[in-house]
């Protein structure tokens, strides 16, 4: 089992950045074994793909809505997925939850039916 927690949400202005942090654990979980994605869901909407990243952090992959602004990154020895978003806007205003799947998976990382785990969320709020 993998338990995947979000970190770092919170209140910005617009134009702000912010760094969400998921963190991953469980019994025998190996960082490196997994594609970790980000997503968001605004009230009364679908969850939607922000980013993706592979287990070696080699590639990566991003809506075009973020493309320039956000980056993702991982470090496998902290078993930590990291999001940074620049230059926020307030349509970014939604929960932001980090997915895992094991990496030899073949279905879209842009889909979150290809996610196995996923963690409680985190709120981020841009004001105008």
């Known amino acids: 089992q993998v338990q995947l927690v979000e970190s770092g949400g919170g209140l910005v202005q617009a134009g702000g950045s912010l760094r969400l942090s998921c963190a991953a654990s469980?019994?025998?979980?190996?960082?490196?074994?997994?594609?970790m994605g980000w997503f968001r869901q605004a009230p009364g909407k679908g969850r939607e793909f922000g980013a993706a990243?592979?287990?070696?952090?080699?590639?990566?992959y991003y809506a075009d809505s973020v493309k320039g602004r956000f980056t993702i990154s991982r470090d496998n020895a902290k078993n930590t997925v990291y999001l940074q978003m620049n230059s926020l806007k307030p349509e970014d205003t939604a929960v932001y939850y980090c997915?895992?799947?094991?990496?030899?998976?073949?279905?879209?990382?842009?889909?979150?039916?290809?996610?196995?785990?996923w963690g409680q969320g985190t709120q981020v709020t841009v004001s105008s």
């Open positions: 469980g019994r025998a979980f190996q960082s490196y074994t997994y594609t």
């Open positions: 990243i592979s287990w070696s952090g080699g590639s990566t």
């Open positions: 997915g895992a799947v094991g990496r030899f998976s073949s279905s879209p990382v842009q889909s979150p039916e290809t996610y196995t785990y």
